[in-house]
């Protein structure tokens, strides 16, 4: 199970670092990073729109992140065991006699000097 385990993980490390580069790739209409840091705006490039092919590619990135992430859950999921029942022994004691409590007031001892 392990392995399994550990193939999912670096499938998801790749896909993930490969939907960062992607995204980092995109130039979004805002100026993103690069409007932020002073960089060049979108405009005076003439790039008004994000590429398809980069679109699609975030979409199946962040979908395949998801699917490896259900699967890896759904594959490596340790099953649950219901544990045996024992039958419980019934242990019977009997009751403890417990004095009767004092229901008469404490009487006061005067203080000395």
Known sequence: MST???LFM???I???ILLVIIIMAQNPKGGGLSGTFG??????FGVQRTNDFMEKATWTL????V???FLSIILT??????APT???SVKTEAPVNQAPANNTPATQVPATK
Do not use: D
């Open 86 to 88: 024992m039958p419980r």
């Open 10 to 12: 670096i499938l998801i």
């Open 14 to 16: 790749i896909a993930s």
């Open 62 to 65: 962040g979908g395949t992140i």
């Open 4 to 6: 399994i385990f550990t």
């Open 39 to 44: 960089g060049a705006s979108a405009a005076n």
């Open 77 to 82: 999921g340790k099953p649950s065991q219901i």
């Open 67 to 69: 699917v490896l992430i």
